[in-house]
């Protein structure tokens, strides 16, 4: 079942790499009316990639989100459809160009990498509840998901107005961008929506945490980068609310944040998941 | 008798000056008939828009029309005498023709400026000012202006500056559905830009113009709202687009001026377009995060019209106007000839029709195709030996070089010529530091 899985992750991997090269090529000669080529090619590959997650739930008997490797696969296969989500609101095809490369790479790594420990599960199998934490990995991904859908965003947001910034103007080359609006808007609603769900998500985590081991292990990197990510999650959210931050001024504080959380997950897989779930 | 041509416009003087001397529509015919009225003018007409008052006249000298300036204004406009340009002749039809071309607009190429000429002229035959004289000289700079227009990209890069304005509203905005659109300033760039943007979508327009009047109606037309003048750094924040094109000679608003809009409009973005010249708006502006600040040559360089190739359009613009000005300027020299061509043709043609009636009772034995080819016969023979002298008359008129040979045409052929309007005068410009007396700088 698990070569079954596999077999299903690799097509995933090459419809996400047809997507990739083919959104390239379509967004560097201004065709955007082909994108729709690489979008389908990349929902296509969306669908195999939950074809994968079930049969590896169905061969292990539980969620697929206990090693570094299934929880990278299932972060790539939620950030496709928080993608899919936007694009039908906003069209942004320019958003591809940050967002599949992350995609690509996250569906590699689940794939070609290491697997890692099986935390989650030898940890999760001695604790009642075990709902919960897959609960806890599930909002944690869909907030990271939103998070990087946000940074995308926000770095096209600096392309573009850049763009507008120099003079002398010039026709616009490259590929063609949303306008600075429908960035910011999309940056800004990409973190509303996220930022509930990561909240439940660490929330979830502590509690359990709190259960298991009757507290939370603040050595844990994981964990730090996470809180920090949380905290300027809720500075940046508060000041676009009140202060009217937007722009240039939101844009570097949401790659901050972003770059804060993947630092994060770029952690748990020096270090396990969770480093304290090994003990 | 000859063009005269009196005025002052953006590039001689500031708004408020041409403010003074604007001839509004509704005294527009009062002031046609003192032109008109005005001792040595046959002819006349009142261009008034917000960047040029020009008078034009077929006058016997510019002096009328400082005449009537003094009478129309009941001022001696002291010291204003350098602001104002005079042409006569061809300087003067020259400049119709480039004026009516949108050469010397503010923005080179801009369209209003011909429809503009159209309405004075039509203004100035309405009221009985403007005759014959005039109508050849508009017909011929107007067929001038098309040409330019249709055979050079100059038309093209006015409409740029409203599509340049679309364009990046689309890119910083994604389109003008809900925009606020704020006018500074009534000229006819702006003006046109503005109409543009609400045409393609914009939600609102406020128009702010020091006068209220002239921005009230333009308001008015695209269902806006007029903002007082003074009003205008309070109100701004309402507007998500502002284009601005006075006549001020500083700038309207200062960096500070759209930090505290920028403040209070929370940082939501916001479209400044200065197509004023020189600039309404300060040029640190574009340092400020959230302002996006464009002037006139951004503006075409977002449409890829470059510089260059406005110039080289411009050169080629100029080159047109002077072919279309020298065939008038041909035939209007010519006109003086005009009674003498057409009495020696008609003295032509009265001989042969003698001739005929002498031989009528011969020719009548004649069989029809035969007296056709007799008809014929005779008027072909008259028509080339008639050819010489019409030519040589036409070609010394035209040239001005021998207008003697008019005199001796009559006198050989014996022809009786209507008075013919007087001879023109030499077709120079006169320097505009030279108005009557009362006029004089200082005066």
């Known amino acids: 079942m698990l070569t079954l899985s596999l077999f299903w992750a690799r097509l995933a991997l090459s419809l996400y790499t047809f997507g990739l090269a083919t959104a390239l090529i379509t967004l560097a000669v201004r065709r955007e009316s082909l994108f729709r080529v690489a979008r389908g090619a990349v929902a296509l590959g969306f669908f195999f990639h939950f074809v994968s997650i079930v049969e590896t739930g169905v061969a292990l008997h539980r969620f697929p989100a206990a090693q570094y490797s299934q929880a990278s696969s299932l972060l790539a296969f939620v950030i496709v459809a928080f993608f899919l989500v936007v694009y039908r609101f906003y069209s942004p095809a320019a958003l591809s160009l940050v967002v599949f490369p992350l995609v690509f790479v996250l569906t590699l790594v689940s794939i070609y990498g290491s697997p890692g420990v099986t935390q989650l599960a030898a940890a999760s199998s001695r604790a009642p509840g075990n709902g919960w934490i897959y609960g806890h990995a599930i909002l944690i991904a869909v907030g990271y998901a939103a998070l990087t859908v946000a940074f995308a965003g926000e770095v096209l947001y600096l392309v573009a107005e850049r763009r507008l910034k120099r003079l002398p103007l010039r026709p616009e080359g490259g590929p063609r961008l949303p306008s600075l609006q429908t960035l910011d808007a999309i940056g800004y609603r990409s973190l509303l929506a996220g930022f509930p769900l990561l909240t439940i998500g660490i929330l979830i985590g502590l509690y359990w945490a709190d259960r298991r081991f009757g507290g939370l292990s603040l050595t844990d990197p994981k964990v730090l980068l996470t809180l920090l990510t949380w905290a300027i999650y809720l500075i940046l959210l508060f000041s676009r609310w009140s202060a009217g931050w937007r722009g240039r001024k939101a844009a570097y504080v949401t790659i901050l944040c972003f770059l804060v959380a993947a630092a994060g997950w770029v952690s748990g897989n020096q270090t396990g998941l969770h480093h304290f779930l090994g003990r | ?443």
């Open chain 2, 1 to 443: 008798m000859n063009f005269h041509l009196l005025g002052l416009s953006h590039h001689s003087a500031p708004l408020e000056l041409r403010e003074r001397f604007a001839v509004p529509d509704a005294r527009m015919p009062e002031a046609l008939a003192a032109l008109a009225a005005e001792p040595g003018v046959a002819e006349g007409l009142v261009l008034s828009t917000c960047n040029r008052v020009e008078y034009l006249a077929i006058t016997t000298s510019g002096d009328a029309l400082w005449s009537f300036i003094r009478r129309w204004y009941g001022q001696e406009p002291a010291g204003l005498a350098p602001r104002f340009y005079l042409h006569a002749g061809a300087a003067a039809a020259r400049h119709v023709f480039r004026v009516a071309a949108s050469l010397d607009s503010l923005v080179v190429g801009e369209p209003q400026i011909l429809g503009q000429y159209k309405a004075a002229f039509q203004a100035a035959a309405s009221a009985g000012a403007a005759g014959g004289g005039l109508r050849a000289l508009l017909n011929a700079a107007f067929i001038a202006a098309k040409r330019v227009r249709a055979e050079t990209g100059l038309g093209r890069h006015s409409l740029s500056i409203s599509h340049a304005a679309v364009e990046l509203a689309k890119r910083i905005f994604g389109g003008l559905g809900g925009k606020t659109v704020l006018l500074i300033g009534a000229g006819e760039m702006g003006t046109q830009a503005a109409g543009y943007l609400v045409r393609q979508g914009a939600s609102r327009l406020l128009v702010a113009n020091r006068g209220q009047e002239r921005g009230q109606a333009l308001a008015a037309k695209y269902g806006g709202e007029a903002i007082p003048w003074e009003h205008l750094r309070a109100e701004a924040h309402r507007a998500d687009v502002i284009i601005s094109c006075t006549g001020a000679t500083e700038p309207l608003l200062a960096k500070a001026d759209i930090a505290a809009l920028l403040a209070r409009r929370k940082s939501r973005p916001i479209l400044l377009l200065d197509i004023a010249v020189p600039r309404d708006i300060a040029a640190d502006v574009q340092e400020l995060e959230n302002a996006f600040l464009y002037n006139v040559d951004d503006l075409e360089s977002v449409v890829a019209s470059h510089r260059a190739d406005r110039e080289r359009e411009a050169a080629r613009a100029e080159a047109m106007i002077e072919a279309e000005l020298d065939r008038f300027w041909r035939r209007w020299e010519a006109r003086d000839a005009l009674p003498t061509l057409r009495a020696l043709e008609a003295h032509g043609e009265n001989l042969r029709r003698r001739e005929l009636e002498r031989w009528r009772s011969l020719l009548a034995a004649l069989p029809p195709e035969q007296r056709a080819a007799v008809e014929e016969l005779t008027r072909a023979l008259m028509r080339k030996w008639l050819h010489r002298p019409l030519t040589a008359i036409r070609a010394a008129a035209e040239e001005r070089s021998d207008l003697a040979i008019l005199d001796s045409a009559a006198e050989l052929f014996g022809l009786q010529i209507a008075a013919a309007p007087a001879a023109n005068e030499a077709g120079q410009p006169q320097p505009a530091a030279q108005p009557p007396a009362g006029l004089k700088a200082g005066a």
